[in-house]
């Protein structure tokens, strides 16, 4: 009559469901991160060892292996106890597998009577547990019911199942527990947070010591063994795993995001179905990305320092301090929105706050750094520190090898390789080139470093852009020699000579799909544009021409092993072989030109030596953004480096330069991958196309002399537009 509820039917008892965390693999087979809402993953009985098997029947269910599920025996000797003054437990492991598993405790399995009298809940409770774990013995065996025990109870610490607190409290696997490590472990689980070797060590090693006598009472081992194990201090290896531990934390982030997504569609929960998630990551080439970009911002970091010793960087474009830059930046944090919500936006009341000074800790290169700092003291204190982005992708398959969002997962949550969006400044200046390689232009043909001016309708005004080194020299260059140097002249004339709307469309067909503006400025990287899609557009010239979109997830498989999907890369053509084999060729023009803006890269000398190599500078109008993008034939790696607020950077070319900021990330990655013989990544020359016939020696070349012929009327050439003009 439904008086003491529901119990846990046939169907469940047969397919019992735990939380268990989805897994992230890198490509290489390593486990990279977790999603969880309890931090589960599953072991088999073969993985689990003795010694945690015999602590875990000594002490919980010493007749496990001969109960059928109820243990009469402990049962009866309840009432000898209690005259004794002592408490007795019953519950067998199966007792306590169907308590854990299947919730026999909680409301779903309530009927009329509960509620009435705390007595009469629990002989309903137990009777049903008792029913159920006879169940569960008949439909598993001794060795499957345990598994599912030690996998299914909470140890504490974000701990659940016993492969995870192996992991957390000692940093090794279930097979390799020793007796003290499994004697801990056992005793734990009579109460996780009263018997934590963390919170309390002394009530931790009692209680170890205690599961220690019973497998000694037992026989597990001899009476000396026992005084020997309970003299062993707990020899901890603590490490509670979470989102900004490990490799690859901002990846894994984006990865989140997305896998939510795609479960959504499915009906899948991430944190709870045990998926197994296989990306393109390489996780030696991610280490190498890592260290190289913490290697090179603890150094530029410094120097910023010393560059705005005595003075603040937020300043405006003549480089004078902005007033009020604290004022306005504090009224767009979450702790003014809160305050103002709790104080009804009492000024008064909101600024003591604010200004209120408190403990906390906050990063720093050298380590977290402990500090009184009020709420305006540290978003000033973070607001002076550089970030950075960097990924590394594979061109001919589009997998992403590399992801490195930021400079630090725990204290800076924002993602600057998708997520961010900034002017790539000269970065873009390749997709300017090959629009115009592609229409009839060569690398060989000459043309004048003098200015080009731009006539703007809306404002009746023109514009003329300017060499980030000064004045034009009138020098007759290459279009190669003008690429190589960033020359700001050449790109404008070409961008006269096809037009923005024409280079717009070449971007739309490597990769960008934000808004770009078609512009004359465009020409000197004005659209806001991310790492990530720089990065796809520049692989496309390693790939014959061929548009891979960047891909970072393989395959996803379930708990079980079966693969629910598999991801092929998604391509596009949108180049010719012989364009996009004459890009790069351009592109090398940055380490082999007199003058090329990638000539710094000779510092890193292990990174040749067979080697071809492009790559393209950028720095954006004040020095805000620092880029750099380098190719080979087999990786393209793009870097950004910079200040959340484009406000605050260094104050003139010589610090504030891509050259500077952010290409000798892209030289440390690559010597050290190199250098690593387990990756094994080829040195190869660039891969010259079957009949590829154009000439590339410009000594032999005996072309055409480019010249500023829109001169005479450059409105056709320019629509009409804002006039967006700045950036190096």
Known sequence: MGLSGEMPSLEVLENPKSEVASVLYSADGVEMGKYFRENRSPVMFENISKNMLNALVATEDVRFESHPGIDFRAIVSIPFYLIMGKKKGSSTISQQLAKNLFDTRTSKYSGWLHGYSKMLDMVMIKTKEWITAIKIERAYTKKEIITMYLNSVDFGSNAAGIKVASETFFNTSPEKLTIPQAALLTGMLKAPSLYSPINNPDRAILRRNTVIDQMEKYNYFTKDDAIKFKAEPLNLKYSVENHNQGIATYFRSVANNWLLSWCKARKLDLYADGLKVYTTIDSRMQTHAEKAVEKHMKYIQNQFYIHWKGRNPWVDQDMKEIKGFAETSIKRTETYAYLRGLYENNQDSIQYYLTKKRKMKVFAWGGDRDTM??????????????????????????????????????????????????????????????????????????????????????????????????PSTGEMLTLRQAMARSMNTVAALLMKRIGPDMVVQYAKKLGFKG??????????????????????????????????????????EDKNGNIIQEFLPVTSEALNEETAYTMLHMLKGGIEERGGTSLGLYRYPNIFGGNDIGGKTGTTQNFSDGWYVGVTQKLVTAVWVGGDDRSIHFRDFNFGQGARLAMPVFGEFMSSIYTDKSINLPKVPFTRPDNFNLELNCGKYSGTILADSAAANPSMYVPKSENKAGDI
């Not at 004005?526 to 395959?555: M, R």
Request: hydrophobic share 35%.
């Open 373 to 470: 700092f009020s709420s305006i003291d540290s978003m000033l204190y973070y607001k002076k520190i550089l970030q950075a982005g960097m990924v590394a992708i594979e061109p001919q398959t589009g997998f992403i090898k590399a992801w490195v969002g930021g400079i630090n997962h725990k204290y800076f949550k924002y993602d600057h390789v998708k997520q961010s969006k900034r002017q790539p400044g000269s970065t873009f200046k390749p997709i300017l080139y090959c629009a115009a390689m592609d229409n009839g232009f060569h690398p060989c043909q000459k043309v004048q470093d003098s200015p080009v001016s731009f006539y703007i309708e809306d404002t009746q005004s023109t514009w003329t852009p300017q060499n980030s080194d000064g």
């Open 515 to 556: 808004q770009i503006d078609a512009v004359p400025a465009l020409c000197l990287g004005i659209s806001d544009v991310s790492i990530y899609e720089l990065a796809g557009a520049y692989s496309t010239f390693a790939n014959k021409g061929t548009y891979t979109e960047p891909q970072f997830i393989t395959k996803i």
